[in-house]
């Protein structure tokens, strides 16, 4: 007796696609210059919060209900 008698049955493993066999010059070239641009994008943000808030926070709201 089997103990996978009745229900669904796992699929077969699929084998992995190799990504880098179809990427020409052009996807390379693109994929670099959007590593850059976050790269830059990290930089810049990092460089934004060091100064702390630009304002004093707002309309404060009382305790009372």
């Known amino acids: 007796m089997s103990g ?3 229900g669904k049955l796992k699929p077969l493993k699929q084998a992995k696609k190799k990504g ?3 990427e020409d010059e052009e996807d390379i070239a693109f994929k670099a210059k959007q ?3 976050a790269q830059a ?3 810049m943000a990092s460089k934004a ?3 702390g808030p630009l304002v004093g926070g ?3 709201k ?3 209900k």
């Open 4 to 6: 996978r008698q009745g």
């Open 20 to 22: 880098n066999d179809y």
């Open 35 to 37: 590593k850059a641009d």
């Open 41 to 43: 994008r990290k930089e």
């Open 49 to 51: 919060t060091k100064g």
């Open 58 to 60: 707002g309309i404060k």
């Open 62 to 64: 009382s305790g009372k």
